[in-house]
């Protein structure tokens, strides 16, 4: 007897789990427009020294500000305002020849500086003057931020496991809401960046939570139309950030815009369920077979007709049981897939969030780039679910990573003249890697038992965010080589996707509940169903489970 044949009998994809994907769309739409908000918050818009100082009287008094800006910055070779330093003193000959003819000293910028507000009112940069020697600091706000993910990738995944999922995702709601709109006003850089360290964490909850339930509620055949379907929120989030970052123009506003969704969340959470299958793994039976008639009775089937068959699937060595991150290491098999599991997530998380944060270069404003970028996952998500379901979740994850690879790879020689062709391919890379990112979802989640699901997938989501967390750091060693970045996240997502090629197969197997399920042979997996409860199993069998 399984949890499958218990979900046959209630309808184990109905309106009931259809309701479990809606309620959980506005948390999830929440979750791209934070994680890659970074794209818009912390552009550097163009600047130069400010040189305001000199039209304080005498001489400089009488010059115009384009006099001013000649005899007090360099130019560029477009002819514009260098943005960094200016001359050690005002080089009035400019005015006469244009030229001293010498190559005179230069300064930082020593009252500030100026910018160019025309698209942006403010961002960080303009905020804390986070430009030149400290424009770095604006890619390190999103390191912070996904170090914060990672952090509660561990935390949620060992307290969703044992304090329930229901629980913790209301916990991650609060937090995120409480510590996204303090964000917006953070009065220091320090502050804004502690904020949004915090912001990541209780978000991860959402992240790991949402999917996991979607997927513990439905039957075997509906599982990768439910993590596919569910997933399209993201997509819709990604898109609407670009709507939205090109609508409100400060940094601080645009932060309560997108956190603003997670109000209606915590609305909708009453009506969310605890996840049956832990609940029966935990040895809750009264409250599973209450969310089970509820289940029934939305999708208008009889109730569970026995509570002996609930009592049946529990395992009592695991209600007083705690599962640690430990027990992902303890067997042999267990160990070899979170080994593997964990570079996987690192290949692929590593890679759509380089290919996302590099949204300019292509010929295209980044608003029309990041749209693009997010309209693309669209199409991708509903051509993964067909291969997924025909090809099988392993070769899928791999080859996505693989022809990701292929595309950053190509671009690293497609001459930036050719735009055209460098977005083209981009976008498509952009699509296969978020194929990839949609299949490791549903993947991890089939591959780890009930027990430790959470516990798996937070330290799954503790690798991948280490790869995001890098990804910015990837990107600023464009000043050592332009090609460099793209050549890493190259070979970062050929690697994870042979790695990928490692892991077992899931298609159309049952969620294995407990480490036993994971470590025995697939083939001996129905003997031991039929050893433990041999009259429960008989009078419940079915074509999946022999």
């Known amino acids: 007897m399984k949890f499958e044949n218990i979900l046959e009998e209630i309808d184990g994809f109905g309106p009931f ?12 739409i929440v979750l791209p427009c934070h994680f890659l908000l970074n794209n818009f918050i912390a552009v550097v818009p163009p600047h130069r020294c400010d040189v305001s100082a000199l039209g304080a009287g005498g001489l400089f008094g009488n010059l115009t500000l384009e006099q001013r800006l000649t005899v007090s910055i360099p130019a560029r070779e477009d002819g514009g305002p260098k943005s960094c330093e200016m001359f050690a003193e005002p080089r009035l000959q400019l005015l006469a020849d244009g030229s001293d003819g010498a190559d005179p000293p ?26 030149c020697d400290r424009k770095s600091l604006t890619q390190t706000t999103s390191t912070i931020f996904f170090f914060g993910v990672m952090i509660g990738a561990v935390a949620f995944g060992f307290l969703c496991d044992k304090y329930g999922r229901k629980n913790t995702l209301l916990a991650s709601y609060i937090m995120a809401i409480v510590f996204g ?18 912001t990541g964490f209780g978000l991860t909850g959402i992240s790991i939570n949402s999917i996991v339930l979607s997927i513990e509620w439905v039957d075997t055949r509906h599982r990768s139309f ?66 089970l008639d509820k289940c029934a009775k939305f999708n208008k089937r009889q109730k569970v007709s026995s509570k002996l068959k609930l009592e049946s699937l529990c395992n009592t060595e695991n209600q007083d049981k705690s599962y640690t991150y430990l027990h992902l290491i303890k067997t042999p098999k267990m160990r070899r897939l979170t080994l593997l599991a964990g570079i996987v997530w690192y290949g692929v998380a590593s890679t759509y969030y380089g290919i996302s944060f590099n949204i300019s270069g292509f010929g295209l404003n ?36 693989l022809l990701t690879g292929l595309c950053i790879g190509i671009n690293v020689f497609v001459p930036e003249g050719l735009w055209h062709v ?39 989501n503790f690798m991948s965010r280490l790869g995001v967390s890098v990804a910015p750091l990837i990107l600023l060693l464009e000043d050592v080589w332009t090609l460099l970045p793209q050549v890493i996240i190259c070979s970062v997502a050929v690697s994870s996707g042979l790695v990928a090629l490692l892991l077992p197969e899931t298609l159309n197997e049952r969620l294995p509940e407990t480490i036993d399920d994971v470590e025995q042979p697939r083939g001996n997996q129905v003997s031991s169903d039929l050893a433990e409860s041999p ?11 022999i």
Not at 111 to 123: E, I, L, R
Not at 535 to 544: G, I, N
Request: proline share 2%; glycine share 6%.
């Open 17 to 28: 789990q259809i309701a479990i994907i809606v309620l959980l769309c506005a948390p999830r």
């Open 106 to 131: 230069t300064v930082r910028c020593q009252s500030g500086w100026v910018y160019d507000n025309s698209t942006f009112t403010s961002t960080l940069a303009t905020e804390w003057d986070l430009v």
């Open 181 to 198: 709109f303090a964000s917006a006003f953070a009065n220091s850089y320090v502050l804004f960046a502690v904020l949004r360290f915090l």
């Open 226 to 291: 439910t993590a596919v379907i569910g997933s399209l929120s993201w997509s819709a989030g990604n898109m609407l950030l670009a709507g939205f970052a090109f609508l409100v123009n400060d940094w601080r506003t645009l932060i309560m815009t997108v956190t603003a969704p997670l109000g209606l969340a915590v609305l909708t959470w009453w009506w969310i369920p605890e996840s049956a299958r832990w609940l029966l793994a935990h040895g809750k039976v009264e409250k599973a077979q209450f969310y």
């Open 366 to 401: 980044m608003y029309l780039t990041h749209f693009i970028y997010a309209a693309i996952e669209v199409p991708a998500k509903l051509t993964i679910y067909f291969c997924i379901n025909i090809f099988g979740r392993r070769k899928c994850q791999s080859g996505t990573l």
């Open 422 to 460: 460098r977005a083209v391919v981009a976008v498509l890379g952009k699509g296969l890697s978020e194929a990839s990112f949609t299949t490791v979802f549903l993947y991890t989640t089939e591959l780890y038992p009930t027990v430790v699901r959470q516990n798996g997938l937070g330290y799954t």
């Open 535 to 545: 009259a429960v199993f008989l009078e419940s069998k079915s074509a999946t489970d």
